[in-house]
């Protein structure tokens, strides 16, 4: 049967042969490659079953036999054991081969779904960072004035138990004017200087483990080989110290209380990556990964922009700020969460 189909052997495309039952007849190397199994275990197997959404690529290939023109279908996911689905796209061509008429071409889309919800997650966060910028605006002006209210009646009284309470609007004040400030700082010229990456991930490990001595351990995982790259300095040491800050006290926290856990750093050079639809030949990859009991799901898509915390007396700026320090080095970060595995990927050009 191979034979048959010498001239798809070379192909980089995957390429599968169909058919009229939709069983797989022939799977080129690259099919065998993209889909992680040999020839043996494709061949035999229906295709619509390797995939989560079996039933609508059914209907697609039904289609492409019965119409007998070519049809793209839409995005399908295949189920990979112990791994992530590979989401992919697959285009059905009817060719004219009567035991076998269907050919599927199947590419993967994980860079272009990542691209397109990097777009999606940036104007977002501008939308909202604009909404925040106008919303602390609005709120500092009454808040000065119930601050000097507060002072006010604090001289007016003459029992300290009612100083008390005075003393509790002035502080909380005080409070949310900190707040309000962060919120409206101004973002800060990027100071670019040559910056070991490993340097600025010792110090993070050591002001954590000076803040968090008990119950977190934090393990390395460099590669030396990673080169310096132009940054800087004291703003990546905040976007990872704010990253690695948040896995410990999601460690120590909430249903994860008194367990501890592990944090990892780990480093590696990424060649031939597509950065916010730029391609850089070279970068690096920074994750922070945790053993914890991962992002809350109803947050997790919103976990970078202000505000928004999944941690009690969180203020929600930590992760909007590392967003923030990333994009001014040209990155982007990437959050992928489950229980017992949160994973931070920090991703930075170096050439």
């Known amino acids: 049967m191979a034979a048959a189909y010498a001239g798809l052997e070379l192909l980089a495309t995957a390429v599968v042969v169909l058919d009229r039952d939709f069983v797989v007849r022939y799977a080129n190397p690259a099919a065998q490659g993209l889909l ?33 023109w070519s049809y793209r279908a839409q995005t399908v996911s295949y189920e990979r054991a112990g791994r992530e689905p590979l989401p992919l796209a697959c285009v059905v061509t009817p060719i004219e081969i009567p035991h076998t008429p269907l050919l599927a071409e199947l590419r993967p889309i994980q860079e272009q779904l990542r691209l397109e919800r990097e777009e999606r997650l940036h104007d977002q966060q501008e939308a909202s960072r604009e909404l925040i910028r106008n919303l602390a605006h609005e709120i500092k002006n009454p808040l ?9 009646l604090e001289r007016e009284l003459d029992r300290p138990e009612l100083r008390e309470y005075t003393q509790v609007i ?67 040491i905040q976007a990872v110290l704010n990253v690695v800050r948040n896995a410990a006290q999601a460690l120590l926290s909430g249903a994860n209380r008194g367990a501890g856990g592990v944090i ?60 923030t320090y990333v994009q001014n080095h040209g990155g982007v970060v990437e959050l992928d969460s489950r229980p017992g595995r949160t994973v931070f990927t920090l991703l930075l050009p170096l050439a």
């Open 36 to 68: 992680g199994a040999g020839a043996r275990s494709l061949v035999g197997q229906p295709l619509p079953a390797l995939f989560a959404d079996g039933a609508a690529l059914e209907a697609t290939l039904a289609e492409a036999l019965a119409v007998h």
């Open 144 to 152: 000065g004035g119930l601050r000097g209210s507060a002072q006010l």
């Open 170 to 236: 002035i502080k909380e004040a005080d409070r949310l004017q900190v707040l309000l400030d962060r919120l409206l700082t101004p973002r800060r010229t990027v100071q670019l200087a040559q910056v070991n990456i490993h340097e600025v991930l010792e110090r993070v490990r050591s002001l954590v483990l000076a803040e968090f001595p008990q119950g977190v351990s934090c393990l390395r995982n460099y590669d030396p080989s990673v080169p310096d790259l132009m940054g800087d300095i004291e703003q990546l």
């Open 264 to 323: 990892v750093l780990r480093t590696r050079a990424a060649r031939q990556v597509t950065i916010a639809r730029r391609r850089h030949k070279l970068a690096l990859e920074l994750q922070v990964i945790d053993d914890g009991p991962g992002v809350p799901e109803e947050i997790r898509d919103r976990v970078f922009n202000p505000l928004v915390s999944g941690r009690e007396g969180g203020s929600g700026l930590g992760l909007a700020l590392v967003q």
